[in-house]
């Protein structure tokens, strides 16, 4: 049996809706207590913790170096952002996106993806990769729920016929999740992965608003 409380409309916090993004930061700083990275990696980290509220990623997430700051280099060349989910690519400041000039793609929803993952017996996810690869443009990956997304991505990248600017690597869950996100961690493109089970399409998308929003100045 659950415990009553004794929380009172006294316990609330009284804010205006632009400072509740604010205070949220504050408190997220003070209880890290020091243990996130005072560099590039900081805002990723606090606007994940944001999102999820929890602190576990200042040790999870993992950044390949100078992660961040090609990242942003990639976006301000006109790199486009492709997810894995269409959850996720919702999740994308689509304001931040076009005051940077940047776009976002996800592909899971095509009916070429859908009668090719058929024909071959594979996921959607693993062949929207395929997909993504014959743009031919600068792009971001951002994989919020599919290990086999980071697998085919790990696969192409290793025969040499893709390479993406950053790869975004934070599906949750248990089957291959672990192990397809330690593959992208062994290439030498950049990452940004949350190592071991925990992540999703809300961490990933946040991961891409954070990078945004460091490159149009619109929040912290």
């Known amino acids: 049996m ?7 409309l006294a316990d609330i916090e009284r804010l205006g809706p632009m400072d509740i993004e604010r205070r949220s930061f504050e408190l997220i700083s003070e209880e890290a207590a020091g243990r996130i990275p005072e560099d ?4 990723i980290i606090k606007r994940v913790i ?8 200042i040790d999870n997430l993992c950044f ?8 942003q280099e990639a ?4 790199a486009w952002i492709v997810t894995d989910t269409t959850m996720a690519l919702s999740g994308i400041n689509k304001r931040s996106l ?5 776009e976002a793609r996800c592909f899971i929803g095509d009916e070429d993806v859908a009668q090719e993952a058929k024909r071959l ?9 395929d997909k993504a690869a014959r743009l031919g443009r600068p792009l971001i990956y951002a994989v919020g729920n599919a290990p086999t997304a980071l697998i085919r991505l790990y696969e192409l990248i290793q025969a040499g016929s893709f390479r993406p600017e950053l790869v975004i690597g934070v599906p949750v869950g248990f089957v291959n999740v672990v192990q397809s996100k330690e593959l992208i961690m062994q290439t030498d493109v950049p990452y940004i992965v949350a ?3 925990k992540g999703g399409s809300n961490v990933a998308a946040a991961i891409c608003n954070a990078l945004l929003y460091q490159l149009d100045g619109s929040r912290a």
Do not use: I, P, Q, W
């Open 75 to 78: 976006l301000r060349g006109g």
């Open 50 to 57: 944001h999102t999820s509220a929890d602190f576990d990623y």
């Open 40 to 43: 590039e990696r900081a805002m």
């Open 64 to 71: 390949s170096e100078r992660a961040v700051s090609r990242a």
């Open 2 to 8: 659950n415990e009553k409380t004794n929380v009172t």
């Open 121 to 129: 017996g594979v996921t959607r996810a693993s062949v929207c990769v």
């Open 195 to 197: 190592r071991g089970r």
């Open 98 to 102: 076009a005051l940077t000039g940047a």
